[in-house]
């Protein structure tokens, strides 16, 4: 965890590049400082005018800037001057007052938020598939939404807040001092009293804010799970318990906010009254001073009554800024682990090319050990060769490392121990998006884009001819479904593609690899959710797809099976069988056994 004060430095960085932004927001606050003292001072400037008109023993009025009104004025005049010079300082006060507004919303809002928030998703786009292993998607979306908003509050609400306060105290306090020295010091006595409390209240209240973010992930991560998983929901009746559940996560939330709140309705009060202090001793000992005529009224004691209840006020608004600083460090702190995550896929300082590609591209695993979690292990000494133009079967129990091995081939990860090379060159010495751009990869999970049919087959070669969609989609066994759809390929899909069928969207994924042309092809189970039909038709398809190209297959059935060139079977991460359809059948093996599984069940030989 990162020290509060490691954090502050970094903020501070950050509002460092937006400093003229923020240095046009300080010059309008200090436009506004400047016309509320110009406003009090000639509030003072009335009160000492009418008391003079009252009572002529007492002092004349001191005129601000050598002005003063000519003898003909009479004192209706006089008083409606002044009273005008304070509805200009209104009027200008509330022009500024828009413009810092405006400003301050332009700079946090359309540029800090922006730019920060671009800056963690595009770090997620370099992230390695570990990073969301371990991390939930409703923890991710938080931290993209809610923690930059609150990260983004430490400039406005915190940095160019402080820095407001600094000023105007100062301000204030040299203008107290001006007026009465013995006064200023008599009224601020209790201040440290204020900086003891805020301190007290930052000790107190910060581990509450890291437990809200953490159950607030919690909570999103409830919704994003539930929200995915309704059909399963709907399909058991369990909606009540599901709701029950749901509504204990938002209470805990609730009960974790209330503690905030709690500590939050102890400071505020106590603030406030400790700032009451002040105006108590103000009303005590400067009303005594202008009873004994040793100190104005109106430009005296009212307005360092009023410079009084604003230092009082920029005091109490140390509770907001320090409450805002801790949400910032608390949410800061979590969008900074994202950006500071290391990247595990990186691109070599001088990436080697790729020789072209004649008939597909020779791939070979050299011992290749692979963990997710040290001392789990999910591959163990992989070794074989595909040459260009093969087709590999890879079969194996859920869990047996099949997946797995297909990931290592495009880098989603790299292996723990070995290599893998593609036409001899090790994956790691080549750049990362070229490598991806010569596989064309169709995943378990067939996932789609809510666009049209036509963007999503074009995902990977956004710039291909609607000729070359049709023809991916043909390949793929997609066309006649697509053409019966109201807008064909034009007809805008839903979210994961809802509104088709689980075999229509993996022909479309299918589509999607077959489009890039690719060198390498890589089919995770391709056929699992499509009918014995329609299997046939993809895999007659996918016969023409797979010519002049290496194909990985990971398949469970014998009629992908017995199409490979090389059919691998996996067990607990190793290799326990390789060869032919034809030559495992004739091996005591694990093939054999699903073999002749499927064949009591009627699958074709």
């Known amino acids: 965890m990162s020290s509060n004060w490691h954090l502050c430095r970094r903020l501070l960085a950050l509002a460092w590049r937006y400093r003229a932004g923020c240095l046009k927001v300080l010059v309008l606050q200090i436009g506004l400082l400047a016309l509320g003292l110009s ?128 000023l105007s105290l100062s301000v204030y306090l040299v203008y107290m001092l001006n007026l009465h020295p013995k006064l200023t010091l008599a009224c601020l006595a209790t201040t440290p009293l204020l900086w003891l409390a805020s301190a007290q209240f930052s000790r107190l209240v910060q581990p509450h804010y890291v437990r809200s973010r953490e159950l607030m992930d919690e909570m999103i991560r409830r919704v994003a799970e539930y929200i995915q998983g309704i059909q399963v929901i709907k399909g058991f009746a369990r909606e009540p318990e599901i709701t029950a559940e749901f509504q204990q996560a938002n209470r805990t939330v609730r009960e974790q906010q209330q503690k905030i709140f709690r500590c939050s309705s102890l400071f505020v009060p106590g603030i406030l009254f400790i700032t009451q202090i002040n105006i108590f001793i103000a009303l005590l000992y400067g009303g005594t001073l202008v009873i004994r005529n040793e100190f104005p009224l109106g430009l005296g004691l009212v307005v360092f009554i009023g410079l009084i209840q604003q230092f009082s006020a920029q005091v109490q608004n140390l509770a907001n800024v320090n409450n805002t600083a801790l949400q910032s460090l608390t949410g800061a702190r979590r969008v900074f682990e994202i950006l500071d995550a290391p990247v595990a896929i990186t691109n070599p300082l001088q990436p080697v090319a790729l020789p072209a590609a004649q008939g597909g591209r020779r791939v070979q695993f050299d011992n290749v050990s692979f963990s997710h979690i040290p001392g789990e292990v999910v591959l163990a000494d992989v070794s074989f060769e595909v040459q260009p133009g093969q087709c590999v079967a890879i079969l194996g129990a859920t869990g047996a490392g099949k997946s797995a091995l297909m990931s290592l081939l495009p880098r989603f990860y790299d292996p723990t121990h070995g290599r893998v090379l593609v036409d001899g060159l090790d994956l790691r010495q080549l750049d990362v998006d070229e490598l991806r751009r010569n596989i064309g990869t169709v995943f378990q999970e067939s996932f789609l884009f809510s666009n049209t049919i036509a963007a999503n087959i074009a995902f990977g070669h956004p710039e291909a001819s609607r000729e070359q969609i049709e023809r991916a989609a043909r390949i793929a066994a997609a066309h006649d479904f697509i053409q019966e759809l109201p807008k064909g390929y034009d007809s805008v899909l839903r979210e994961t593609g809802s509104n088709l069928s689980g075999g229509q969207r993996q022909r479309l994924a299918i589509a999607r690899a077959i489009l890039l042309d690719p060198a390498i092809l890589v089919l995770d189970d391709p056929t699992a959710a499509v009918d014995p039909q329609t299997e046939r038709e993809i895999l007659d398809a996918l016969a023409k797809a797979m010519q002049n190209r290496t194909t990985f297959i990971v398949a469970h059935r014998l009629s992908a099976l017995r199409r490979a060139d090389l059919v691998i079977v996996l067990d607990e991460g190793r290799i326990v069988q390789r060869g032919t359809h034809a030559e495992l059948m004739h091996q005591p093996g694990h093939y054999r056994d699903i073999a002749a599984v499927q064949f009591a069940e009627g699958a074709p030989r």
């Open 39 to 166: 406003s009090l001072s000639f509030w003072g400037l009335g009160i000492d005018y009418l008391r003079y008109q009252i009572t002529p023993d007492a002092n004349p009025p001191h005129w601000p800037f050598g002005w003063q009104p000519a003898a003909t004025w009479s004192p209706t005049l006089v008083i409606g001057a002044i009273g005008v010079a304070i509805l200009l300082f209104g009027i200008v006060r509330a022009l500024l007052t828009y413009a810092y507004t405006v400003r301050m919303n332009q700079l946090t809002q359309g540029q800090v938020v922006v730019d920060l928030r671009a800056a963690v998703y595009d770090k997620l786009q370099r992230l390695s598939f570990r990073f969301f292993d371990d991390n939930a998607t409703g923890a991710i979306i938080n931290r993209v939404t809610g923690d930059v908003q609150n990260a983004r509050s430490f400039i406005d609400a915190v940095v160019i807040q402080l820095i407001i306060m600094v």
